[in-house]
């Protein structure tokens, strides 16, 4: 897809029709379609921002036995129709979200939709002698380090917690897997049960009718489950350094809540950064390997021009749409806005650029600690 016509795909998401909320609360919305594949995702107002210290690593857990075995179908039985049908069944998750997608052409994603997705949410087993799947799975998942330490220093609350999932459930012992499974067990069916009520939930489709969209909300509509709180979260201006060979880098974030997504897109892309975006919280996050280059970027925002903050802004968000329809739909079930950046008042750019500079921020040093100034002294 040519960037022209990229840009062009950002316009008409923006313009597409507005989320509907339904009598039960939830939200449906239907994006146009960028493919030929047809997606349904359901998203859930659970992520890690729930955890406590008595169920660290729960949300990422349970993500992973989303497909397992349930009162309609068993397991085996689910995944042999995703691969006959050719559908692809997907979870994500962030700290505020659990997201739970199916893909397939238009013939099969309604039965895929009704038949696999909604009894994965509502009439989930927790067989213990599953359970290995979706732990081995969790263990195995990719985790960024520096992301996990970003958040800890920037955020209170919930949003502090980890994203990714690291044990500590039961002995790892060969000899002791029935003991840790019969933990496990308890862990998914507790946070499945106290985290997975369809209070704030969304549905977003592409590529199919506004019928079925609402089909999958009047069936999710009959959830027996609840929705804990999470911790309350804010902006903290922390940091932490940890010492590694190698080359050295840091990682700063910048409190712009409340700042309008569109004008903060664009600083954020002058800065070759991007907006980490939640609920109630908005941190523009960008790096520099070098003290003199980290001067540079921050220096930048007094003499910035804000026509190329709108053009790169616009470029970023081209380029990501250009992949496909799913990443817009897995943006909107995560709760992240889809913006036009194109009719930015560069006044506004100015004005948030010259806040960011002096606004307080949290880092985060990999490499040579001492090779940045302390985050109260930029």
Same mark, same amino acid.
């Given at each position: 897809?040519?960037?022209?016509?990229?840009?062009?795909?950002?316009?008409?998401?923006?313009?597409?029709?507005?989320?509907?909320?339904?009598?039960?609360?939830?939200?449906?919305?239907?994006? /146009?379609?960028?493919?030929?594949?047809?997606?349904?995702?359901?998203?859930?107002?659970?992520?890690?921002?729930?955890? @406590?210290?008595?169920?660290?690593?729960?949300?990422?857990?349970? $993500?992973?036995?989303?497909?397992?075995?349930?009162?309609?179908?068993? %397991?085996? #039985?689910?995944? *042999?129709?995703?691969?006959?049908?050719?559908?692809?069944?997907?979870?994500?998750?962030? $700290?505020?979200?659990?997201?739970?997608?199916?893909?397939?052409?238009?013939?099969?994603?309604?039965?895929?939709?009704?038949?696999?997705?909604?009894?994965?949410? +509502?009439?989930?087993?927790?067989?213990? =002698?599953?359970? =290995?799947? /979706?732990?081995?799975?969790?263990?195995?998942?990719?985790?960024?380090?520096?992301?996990? &330490?970003?958040?800890?220093?920037?955020?209170?609350?919930? +949003?502090?917690?980890? +994203?990714?999932?690291?044990?500590?459930?039961?002995?790892?012992?060969? *000899?002791?897997?029935?003991?840790?499974?019969?933990?496990?067990?308890?862990?998914?069916?507790?946070?499945?049960?106290?985290?997975?009520?369809?209070?704030?939930?969304?549905? @977003?489709?592409?590529?199919?009718?506004?019928? +079925?969209?609402?089909?999958?909300?009047?069936?999710?509509?009959?959830?027996?489950?609840?929705?804990?709180?999470? #911790?309350?979260?804010?902006?903290?201006?922390?940091?932490? *350094?940890?010492?590694?060979?190698?080359?050295?880098?840091?990682?700063?974030?910048?409190?712009?809540?409340?700042?309008?997504?569109?004008?903060?897109?664009?600083?954020?892309?002058?800065?070759?950064?991007?907006?980490?975006?939640?609920?109630?919280?908005?941190?523009?996050?960008?790096?520099?390997?070098? %003290? &003199?280059?980290?001067?540079?970027?921050?220096?930048?925002?007094?003499?910035?021009?804000?026509?190329?903050?709108?053009?790169?802004?616009?470029?970023?968000?081209?380029?990501? $749409?250009?992949?496909?329809?799913? %990443?817009?739909?897995?943006?909107?079930?995560?709760?992240? /806005?889809?913006?036009?950046?194109?009719?930015?008042?560069?006044?506004?750019?100015?004005?948030?650029?010259?806040?960011?500079?002096? %606004?307080?921020?949290?880092?985060?040093?990999?490499?040579?600690?001492?090779?940045?100034?302390?985050? @109260?002294?930029?």
């Amino acid at each position: 897809m040519r960037v022209t016509a990229a840009v062009r795909s950002v316009k008409a998401l923006v313009e597409a029709k507005a989320p509907q909320v339904f009598e039960n609360g939830v939200v449906g919305v239907n994006l /146009p379609a960028q493919s030929a594949a047809c997606q349904i995702a359901v998203s859930l107002k659970a992520g890690s921002a729930n955890e @406590t210290a008595a169920t660290l690593g729960a949300a990422t857990f349970t $993500r992973y036995t989303l497909g397992l075995s349930n009162h309609r179908s068993t %397991a085996l #039985l689910q995944q *042999r129709m995703l691969n006959f049908m050719g559908g692809k069944f997907e979870t994500f998750g962030t $700290r505020e979200r659990t997201v739970i997608s199916i893909t397939s052409g238009k013939k099969a994603i309604e039965e895929l939709a009704l038949d696999v997705l909604v009894p994965s949410l +509502l009439e989930p087993m927790f067989f213990k =002698y599953e359970m =290995y799947y /979706p732990w081995a799975q969790a263990k195995a998942a990719a985790t960024c380090p520096v992301d996990e &330490a970003f958040h800890q220093v920037s955020f209170s609350g919930g +949003l502090s917690n980890k +994203l990714g999932y690291y044990g500590g459930h039961g002995s790892e012992s060969p *000899r002791m897997l029935e003991e840790r499974d019969e933990i496990l067990e308890e862990v998914g069916r507790d946070w499945h049960y106290n985290n997975y009520g369809m209070e704030d939930a969304i549905v @977003t489709g592409s590529g199919v009718s506004d019928g +079925l969209v609402q089909k999958v909300v009047n069936a999710l509509a009959g959830s027996p489950y609840g929705n804990k709180p999470a #911790l309350d979260s804010k902006f903290v201006a922390g940091q932490v *350094r940890t010492a590694k060979s190698g080359a050295s880098v840091a990682v700063v974030g910048v409190d712009v809540t409340g700042a309008d997504p569109a004008v903060a897109a664009c600083v954020a892309a002058s800065l070759g950064g991007k907006v980490i975006r939640y609920s109630n919280a908005a941190v523009i996050q960008f790096s520099a390997r070098s %003290a &003199a280059q980290l001067s540079a970027k921050l220096d930048g925002l007094s003499g910035m021009n804000p026509a190329d903050a709108i053009a790169n802004a616009a470029l970023a968000q081209a380029m990501k $749409r250009a992949s496909g329809s799913s %990443a817009s739909v897995i943006d909107m079930a995560s709760g992240i /806005p889809i913006i036009d950046v194109s009719g930015v008042d560069g006044g506004a750019v100015q004005s948030l650029a010259a806040s960011v500079k002096s %606004a307080p921020k949290s880092m985060v040093v990999v490499g040579d600690v001492h090779a940045f100034p302390q985050n @109260t002294e930029i």
